[in-house]
C-alpha cells in the first residue's frame, strides 16, 4: 500500500480517513485556523465531539477545538490564512480615511496594517506583533468599539438597502407587466365598444363624440395601475430617505455618547487636574472624627476623606459657569 503524503494532499480527498469526492460527493471539508490542516465533516465531529484533541496530522501536536472548524472557502489554504489574517487585523486596525487629518498619515497607517499582515503570514515575530497588536487595541479600545459598531450599522443599512431594491423590483416588474397587458386589453376592447356604440347610438350622435368618449373611459382605467406604479417610486424613495437618514443619525449618536461623560447640570464635576489639593492631616473637625470612630458608620464604609472630597467637589463645581448664558448658546 502506497503511504500518504501528509505534505501533498490531493485536494478532493481527506487525508485522515481517505474518504474522496468521488465515492462521496456530498463530502465537505473543514479547516481549523489553528494550523489550516484540511479535514473531513465526519472525521472531525468523530475526532472533536467529546472535546479538545491534538491534530491528526504527524508533527503537528496543535490542540484544536470542534467549535473553531470552518468551511473552507478558497483552494489555496495560504489565501484562506491571509484573509483570516487580515480580517482579525483590520477589526483593531479599523479607522478609515476620513478619521486622519491628511492622506500622507492615512497612508502610513494602511502601511502600518500590511506589514503586520505580512509578518503574521509568514510567521515574522510573531510574540512581537501580537504584542503590538494588544498594546493597540487596548490604547484604542474606544475608537475601536465605536468603529466597529459603526461598520455594523453600515452593513446592516446596506442590507435593508438591498432587500428594499429587491422588493421596489419586483413590485414595479409586475405593475410593468399589468400595465403592458391592460394597454393590450384597452386597444381590442376600444374597438369592440366603439364599434357596440356606432351600431346603438341613433344617426343624430356624433361617431367621432362616440369614439372620444371611449377612449376617454379606457384611459382612466389604464391610469389606474400607472398611478401605482408612481405611488410605488415615491415610497421607495422615502423609504430609501429614511434608512439612510437613519444610519447617519445613529452613527453621529453612537459617536457622541463614546465622546461625551454623562451630562451634569454644571458639566464640572469631573474636573481634571483638580483645583485644589487634600490633606485632611491639616483639617481636624472633633464632630466628623466621632463618627468615624462608631462602629455603625464603619460597618456602612463610611470614609472621611470621601466626606472631604465630596464637599471640595461641590464647592468649586460650576464656577465661572454662568447658566443663562449656556442656555442661549
Not at 501533498?8 to 489550516?36: A, G, H
Not at 491528526?56 to 495560504?78: A, H, M, S, V, W
Not at 492622506?103 to 500590511?114: G, H, L, P, S
Amino acid at each position: 500500500m502506497v503511504e500518504l503524503d501528509w505534505n501533498n494532499v490531493p485536494k478532493d480527498m481527506c487525508p485522515v480517513c481517505k474518504t474522496d469526492k468521488y465515492l462521496s460527493p456530498e463530502i465537505q471539508f473543514k479547516i481549523n485556523p489553528e494550523c489550516y490542516h484540511k479535514i473531513c465533516d465526519s472525521c472531525v465531529d468523530r475526532i472533536f465531539s467529546l472535546g479538545p484533541s491534538p491534530c491528526p496530522y504527524p508533527n503537528c501536536g496543535k490542540i484544536l477545538r470542534k467549535n473553531k472548524f470552518k468551511t473552507q472557502i478558497f483552494d489555496d489554504l495560504e489565501v484562506e490564512k491571509e484573509c483570516d489574517i487580515r480580517r482579525r487585523v483590520l477589526s483593531i486596525y479599523n479607522k478609515k480615511e476620513h478619521d486622519f487629518a491628511s492622506t500622507e498619515v492615512y497612508n502610513k497607517y494602511q502601511e502600518e496594517i500590511e506589514d503586520i499582515v505580512y509578518r503574521m503570514l509568514y510567521k515574522i515575530d510573531i510574540e512581537k506583533t501580537e504584542e503590538q497588536l494588544k498594546e493597540y487595541s487596548i490604547a484604542n479600545k474606544q475608537s475601536i468599539r465605536l468603529n466597529n459598531a459603526r461598520r455594523d450599522q453600515e452593513y446592516e443599512k446596506f442590507i435593508r438597502l438591498q432587500k428594499l431594491e429587491k422588493q421596489y423590483k419586483s413590485e414595479r416588474i409586475r405593475l410593468n407587466r399589468l400595465i403592458v397587458q391592460e394597454q393590450t386589453n384597452l386597444k381590442s376592447l376600444e374597438k369592440i365598444k366603439a364599434m357596440d356604440q356606432l351600431q346603438e347610438s341613433s344617426e343624430e350622435k356624433d361617431p367621432d363624440a362616440v369614439i372620444k368618449s371611449v377612449k376617454e373611459s379606457m384611459k382612466k382605467q389604464s391610469s389606474k395601475y400607472k398611478k401605482q406604479l408612481e405611488d410605488l417610486h415615491k415610497k421607495y424613495k422615502r423609504q430609501k430617505e429614511a434608512i439612510i437618514k437613519n444610519q447617519q443619525s445613529s452613527s453621529k449618536k453612537n459617536q457622541d455618547a463614546a465622546l461625551r461623560v454623562p451630562f451634569t447640570p454644571f458639566d464640572g464635576d469631573r474636573l481634571s487636574p483638580k483645583p485644589y489639593h487634600l490633606d485632611p492631616s491639616k483639617y481636624k473637625d472633633p464632630y466628623l472624627e466621632k463618627m468615624v470612630s462608631d462602629v455603625q458608620f464603619k460597618a456602612g464604609g463610611y470614609k472621611l476623606d470621601d466626606y472631604y472630597e465630596r464637599s471640595l467637589n461641590e464647592a468649586f463645581t460650576g464656577l465661572n459657569c454662568f447658566i443663562e448664558e449656556e442656555k442661549v448658546n
